[in-house]
Each structure stands twice: as C-alpha cells, then as structure tokens.
C-alpha cells in the first residue's frame, strides 16, 4: 500500500535526489535562492510560521509517514490505525491535499 501511495504522489509533483534541506543560517532562516527543497514558508492566523512542507512529493511522502508513526497508538494495526495516523498527518502537514492520494 506504501509503494503505490509514494508513487501517486511522486507522480504529482516529481522526485528529489537528495535527501537533505539546506541548512539554515544562525537566526534559522533558509535563503530563497538556496531553497529547492521546501514550500515557501506559510503562516496561521496569528504570524506564526506553520511547519516547512518538502516540494518534492517523495521527501513529503517520508515526512508524513515519520509524522503518521508519532501519531499513531502503540500496538497499531496496520489496516486501520497506521492508515488513520497517516491521513491526519497529512492533514496536520498539508491540510489534507493528498488525502485522496493515501
């Protein structure tokens, strides 16, 4: 199920070969021109600044799943509860924009 989810959203919007950000300065900014790796930043309502969404649909793919296992109950089944943890991730991370993709 994994496969076919990374390869719909690779489809999407391509795939990175690296698998590392640019670092950031010492006041934790990445310059723009330096940036092929993220979304550009997005804030909620009140300026605060919402977590850095990777371009490349193979980075969001890790990131979700990472995301999705912090999220999930210990002892998960794998049909049900994975599968939700996921989903809410995405729709922590992107707002659900893929969640007919997962």
Not at 25 to 50: H, M, S, T, V
Not at 61 to 71: C, D, T
């Amino acid at each position: 199920m994994l496969w076919v989810v990374l390869q719909r959203l690779i489809s999407r919007c391509g795939f990175s070969d690296t698998l590392f950000p640019p670092v950031p300065d010492a006041k934790g900014c990445i310059r723009a021109e330096d940036n092929d790796f993220y979304r550009p930043q997005a804030y909620d309502a009140d300026g605060n600044p919402l977590s850095s969404v990777p371009k490349h649909d193979n980075m969001l793919f890790l990131q979700l799943i990472i995301q999705g296992m912090k999220l999930q109950p210990c002892s998960p089944s794998f049909k049900f509860d994975a599968r939700t943890a996921i989903l809410q991730a995405d729709e922590i991370l992107t707002g659900g924009e893929n969640s007919c993709r997962i």
